[in-house]
């Protein structure tokens, strides 16, 4: 199976910092996954394939909010992985009702944007700023100590 793959992830801090291994074991994790982006975790096969073995509880530390591990099952989940492959999901679109049937399999809610739980978007983080500036404009516009005690 084809995929994207992310040219730039060679110039984010997070994956420059990675050791060598843990840079592979990412990657194996982003050509093994299904396309949900859940992997069943098969550590025998990855180390096999990545030619040595991956220290799991250190590689999942490090993996950080890019991985959940779900719960009831202990399949992985590449939180970035849809957002990145397929964008906004839409049932209407062929390729993404696969998605979609595959995250209900897995039992991994969506949000009303069709992200995974737990994803933010572009728009919610924008939200989010927009929040935080308000509440500093909110501060700014606040009396102060003395004009109270002048009033």
């Given amino acids: 199976m084809k995929r994207f793959t992310e040219t730039d992830k060679w110039r984010d801090p997070w994956f420059r910092k990675l050791p060598p291994k843990f840079k592979m074991g990412y990657l194996f994790l982003l050509d093994n996954a299904d396309n949900a982006g859940v992997w069943q975790p098969d550590y025998e096969l990855a180390e096999f394939q990545i030619g ?6 250190e590689f999942k530390k490090a993996m950080g909010d890019r991985l959940l591990v779900l719960q009831g099952s202990g399949k992985w989940h590449l939180t970035r992985f849809i ?3 397929f964008g906004e999901l839409n049932p209407e679109c062929k390729p993404h009702q696969q998605v979609i049937r595959l995250l209900a399999a897995h039992e991994i809610q969506r949000v009303s944007k069709g992200y995974p739980k737990g994803m933010d ?3 919610d983080k924008d939200k989010d700023k927009d929040k935080d500036q308000d509440k500093d404009k909110d501060q700014d516009n606040a009396p102060s100590a003395r004009e109270l005690e002048a009033e």
């Fill in 83 to 85: 957002k990145f492959q």
């Fill in 52 to 57: 040595e073995p991956l220290d799991w509880p």
């Fill in 121 to 123: 978007t572009l728009k």
